[in-house]
């Protein structure tokens, strides 16, 4: 199956590639790695989930922030490569939690990230190295930030 149809049995949809805020590209590929910019959890309207992560109340609302970027993520994978079956491997992901300094459970949070991954792309391809990390904020108050790195064809 592929990920476009794994996506629609998950119900769930990529939105559209949003274009950078900034001076610098969304992806840039050097062989057969393809980099991803950091991406937020950014909504159609170009606005984000915000906020600082505060407890153990705030993270299922980072999680799925997370889960939201992984779809940013996606939606930009596509356009670099025009379909998702090209992707060979999900290396690796940096996850960045705006979090208060005694926050202590950015993989949780993380984790609303790389369980898509894994849906999507299935263990052997989505499975990846991963560090998840507290930051004091993060641009537009997002409340989280991921970078991807992909093995592709």
Do not use: W
């Not at 937020?40 to 705030?58: I, S, V």
């Not at 994978?77 to 300094?101: I, T």
């Not at 052997?124 to 190295?129: A, D, E, Q």
Request: aromatic residues 6%; charged residues 20%.
């Amino acid at each position: 199956m592929t990920p476009e149809l794994r996506l629609q049995e998950l119900k769930l949809s990529l939105p559209a590639a949003l274009s950078p805020r900034g001076n610098y590209v969304s992806y840039r590929r050097v062989g057969d790695m393809l980099y991803l910019s950091g991406h937020g959890p950014r909504l159609a309207d170009g606005t984000c989930r915000t906020g600082k992560l505060y407890n153990e109340e705030d993270v299922a609302r980072g999680y799925d922030a997370a889960r939201l970027t992984a779809l940013n993520l996606l939606a930009t994978a596509k356009l670099a490569l025009g379909e998702l079956s090209r992707v060979q491997a999900v290396v690796s992901v940096f996850g960045m939690v705006n979090a208060a300094p005694d926050f202590v459970l950015h993989p949780n949070v993380i984790n609303g990230c790389s369980d898509v991954l894994v849906e999507v792309f299935g263990p052997p391809v989505g499975r990846h190295t991963r560090s998840a990390v507290g930051m004091g904020s993060l641009p537009s108050d997002m409340s989280v930030e991921i970078e991807m790195i992909l093995a592709v064809s």
